[in-house]
């Protein structure tokens, strides 16, 4: 008889839910119970247990869509969330404990995706391996940037400049509380201009997050002259900072507002001992394509990419 066994995520288990995610090796606040809370009503929450000897081993976030269990749409990583001491014996009887729990409720495929490294303090590729054994396909691959904070960040000439100046008199980079100006005034309106869309929170989803989450969701704002010119929302993980919207108008773009305001965010964060920036990928059309000039820019601070996966598996 096998010593793991499946248990789908009841309200009731939220207190051992987010504990055992506290003491985990993973270190992305948004699989908390409160951070998916909010996606209940685009996606209906199906999220796994994993229990080996009735001890709580690893987690895994996800819903169904029609004959297909997700690890997680509603997030931009997914995967188990694991103990911090396994092997890959307990990878292979989780996948067949997983494998025959989503058959029993009548699924075919899983999608899945892998929480890049920097996001785990003890990185294991035992699940992952076992999904190339049972040979799933590599549905979608991502370009995602990253700055290394542990050593000397190679700017470019140009942003090295300004890395290497005081922030002009008439700049001003300030964090605040208050989402609205920045949202309404700034954000929506240059993604609506640039690429006809929306942002992916609407203000009142990340107003309600930013209030639930006050210090993993942060705004910082840069003025000139006192005029808000521009803005970056961070989702600020244990040791992993990363930039989710990042907008300026005409006037910041023509004064290079992003670069200061990065070049700001990356030595303030850096200084204070965080290992990694994220800026996010550059990646279009389900990842076949890649928005070249936004790849440079995010090259152009220092970044590197790493991939961030998705596969689908038919059961």
Not at 9 to 18: F, N
Not at 204 to 211: A, N, P, Q, V, W
Request: charged share 25%.
């Amino acid at each position: 008889m096998s010593t793991f066994h499946i248990q789908p995520y009841r309200d009731a288990y939220q207190e051992e839910w987010d504990a055992f995610l506290m003491h985990s090796p993973c270190e992305v606040f948004f699989f908390s119970r409160r951070f998916l809370a909010y996606h209940k009503e685009r996606f209906r929450d199906a999220s796994l247990m994993c229990y080996k000897n009735d001890k709580l081993f690893a987690l895994l976030p996800g819903h169904i869509a029609q004959e297909t269990y997700c690890s997680h749409r509603g997030l931009t990583f997914g995967g188990w969330i694991p103990h911090a001491k396994n092997a890959i014996e307990d990878w292979i009887e989780i996948y067949k404990q997983l494998e025959d729990y989503l058959k029993n409720i009548g699924l075919k495929f899983l999608e899945i995706k892998m929480l890049p490294a920097i996001y785990t303090r003890l990185h294991h590729s035992g699940f992952s391996y076992l999904l190339f054994q049972k040979k799933a396909i590599l549905m979608r691959r991502d370009l995602n940037y990253v700055i290394s904070l542990q050593q000397k960040i190679a700017f470019n000439k140009s942003k090295t400049l300004i890395a290497n100046k005081q922030l002009p008199d008439a700049f001003t980079i300030e964090q605040t509380h208050d989402f609205s100006t920045y949202w309404h005034s700034i954000l929506e309106p240059e993604l609506q201009k640039k690429y006809e869309a929306k942002p992916v929170h609407s203000f009142d989803e990340i107003d309600f997050l930013r209030r639930e989450f006050p210090q993993n969701i942060q705004l910082y704002q840069i003025k000139h002259r006192g005029d808000l010119i521009g803005g970056i929302v961070l989702f600020i993980h244990q040791t992993v900072v990363k930039s989710q919207y990042v907008a300026v108008n005409a006037l910041g773009r023509k004064l290079r507002a992003s670069d200061y305001l990065y070049i700001f965010l990356i030595k303030k964060f850096q200084a204070s001992g965080f290992l990694y920036f994220d800026l996010g990928h550059a990646n279009v059309d389900e990842g076949y394509g890649i928005q070249t000039t936004l790849a440079k820019y995010k090259e152009e601070l220092g970044a590197r990419p790493i991939d961030a996966d998705r596969y689908l598996l038919k059961l």
